[in-house]
């Protein structure tokens, strides 16, 4: 029964969608309209250097962390064998 349920969801959402992907053909656009479109048009020199100084504090930040992650794990092994020594076997 599941797996005809299944199978008849899947055949609505297929038959559903084959309305949404039908493509029409380009636009043509004028010539105020072309002049208006900006392809990404950002001054490259100044984005890449903002991008480079973001990426180079996220980095920072994320090795912080990790340091952080590391030397709290560290601690946590060390405590946990200095507790293990030190207690009588039984």
Excluded: Y
Excluded at 41 to 63: D, E, K, R, Y
């Amino acid at each position: 029964m599941r797996r005809g349920l299944i199978g008849l969801a899947a055949g609505v959402a297929l038959i559903a969608s084959i309305g949404i992907a039908t493509a029409k053909e380009p636009l043509k656009l004028t010539d105020g309209q072309m002049d208006s479109v900006t392809a990404g048009g950002t001054n490259p020199a100044v984005s890449s250097a903002q991008t480079l100084a973001n990426l180079v504090v996220i980095s920072n930040n994320t090795l912080n962390n990790l340091l952080t992650i590391s030397n709290n794990t560290l601690g946590f092994f060390n405590a946990f064998t200095a507790f293990a020594a030190s207690t009588p076997a039984v």
